[in-house]
């Protein structure tokens, strides 16, 4: 007797482990990072330079083997920076790499408006992607308010920023950094990104 499978597919391995990426937040303390489920950390800005430099180094030294980290600086609307590159390149000298080959491998774009920030987001980054092969997107304060826009504004167009981070992350590995969920937006974030891992500071780690 033989049994029919519906939707029945294969992947290589190397495809089977793009998937997913454990990540060491500190010593025996593992994040399981994994595509179809888009990652928030807050208050871990110190994490940034860790994460995208272990993204870029070979599978058998623990990292994802990335051609490439695609990385979404939304700070700057808030006239702050969290991307230290001499913390990037002091990490990659600590891993053994060359540093003009792992700089050149960071593809980072910045917005200075919410509106710039969902362009990015909506039009832009998918094409990124593709141009660049990242097997991870990387997105700074996507949560940071605009005062000149009213709530029911910055609301709407956070809720097509995560739909978008939504769609791409079915495809690729997707972080958020942020120093805050404001309540305003968590509404906007629980209907949008259900399957979705918060990662704080007090280990009340919590996924949905």
Known sequence: MFYKFKNTFFVSAHDYLLKSFKFDLQQNQLVDLTIGSPTIFINLYNLIPKLTIKSLLPRNYGGMESPTVTIIDGASRGHSNHLDFYSFIDYAIHCGMNVNSVLERIIVTRSFTAHQLADILICKLP??????????????????????????????????????????????????FSPVVIDDFRKVIDNKLKKSKIITTNKQNRER
């Open 127 to 176: 094409k990124m992607i593709q141009k660049y092969r990242s097997n991870i997107v990387i997105i700074t304060d996507l949560f940071a308010t605009d005062k000149q826009l009213h709530l029911s504004e910055r609301k709407w167009l956070l809720g097509h920023m995560v739909k978008s981070i939504h769609n791409i992350s079915e495809s690729i590995i997707a972080a958020i």
